[in-house]
DNA sequence: ACCCAGGAAGCTC
DNA sequence: GAGCTTCATGGG
């Protein structure tokens, strides 16, 4: 079993900011699963051990520990007033490098609902449609791929996605008929974006996510009503500003960091209301 | 019963 | 382009 020495990473954070749904805590161990990957993982200090049901999957670059210049951005960020208690308290928190199609059917789900809700969302698409996998005597099963759900769209029924279903549905069709994300990952932060939303069920705040968890845009900055909260309360500007200017203040404040700046920000609302 | 949830789409103006 | 309404569902 690989054990490693990482500094400046916390699992915990990490896992419990919201960025992925599909895992959860058993005593010590963590359980992550992601494609058709189980990861059984644990933090003690520095020393990360874990193991992968595949081991053609890169585990440190899938939870963000190849960002070489995260001390530089840390520093940055903890300059700002309203970080400096977020990045000392959260300090090791990561952005993980998801693929983006789960990504993508993560965060159309993610839309007016709750993270307890969207993990039972998506672990009832994946045992619908995806093989069975273990690790360890931990089973789960595989996220579908965009064809698979494409090809019998009908199975979403009965996984409890309310007006979402139809907009995964067809998000899928056109994923798996000719899109491609390497392409969109090499457009310009504004291009890139701009071919995100025509996606159904992709709107401004999930293109933000999509492009920063899964597609290296960190200067993404993804305005939900946590986030929308805390900068209105920090910033007076930002008080009778729409989601979108939000958004746009918190890239121009932010700028390369910006992606950073907002998960600190979330996690930290979220966890400590704000105090 | 009432309110909210990691919002988006479809209206109107 | 900016504001308002509607959209299923589960949990507090």
Avoid at 43 to 60: G, H, L, T
């Amino acid at each position: 079993m690989p054990t490693i020495t990482a500094k400046n990473f916390s699992l915990k954070a990490t896992l419990e900011s919201g960025q992925i749904f599909r895992w959860e805590q058993q005593g010590e161990w963590h359980y992550i699963v992601t494609g058709k990957n189980i990861i059984r993982i644990r933090q003690d200090e520095e020393r990360i051990s874990y193991q992968c049901s595949s081991d053609d999957f890169d585990v440190q670059k899938f939870l963000g520990l190849k960002d070489s210049s995260y001390e530089k951005t840390l520093a940055e960020i903890s300059r700002h007033r309203q970080l400096k208690s977020a990045a000392a308290k959260y300090k090791g928190l990561r952005i993980m490098q998801q693929e983006p199609w789960e990504c993508t059917a993560s965060f159309i789900c993610s839309s007016f609902s709750n993270i307890k809700r969207i993990t039972k969302n998506l672990n009832a698409i994946a045992s619908k449609f995806g093989k069975q996998i273990k690790l360890e005597g931990y089973a789960s099963y595989a996220f579908p791929t965009a064809a698979e759900i494409a090809a019998n769209p009908a199975k979403l029924k009965g996984c409890g996605l309310g007006y979402r279903e139809k907009y995964l549905a067809e998000t899928a069709q056109k994923i798996s008929s000719g899109w491609s994300y390497s392409r969109i990952r090499r457009k310009s932060y504004e291009q890139a974006k701009k071919q995100l939303m025509k996606l159904p069920g992709v709107g401004e705040k999930v293109a933000d996510c999509i492009m920063l968890f899964s597609l290296g845009f960190t200067e993404a900055f993804p305005v939900d009503t946590w986030i929308g909260k805390a900068m209105k309360q920090e910033h007076a500007e930002c008080r009778a500003m729409s989601a979108k200017k939000t958004a746009e203040y918190g890239r121009k404040l932010f700028g390369k960091n910006a992606g950073y700046a907002q998960q600190f920000i979330y996690h930290y609302a979220r966890s400590c209301g704000g105090k």
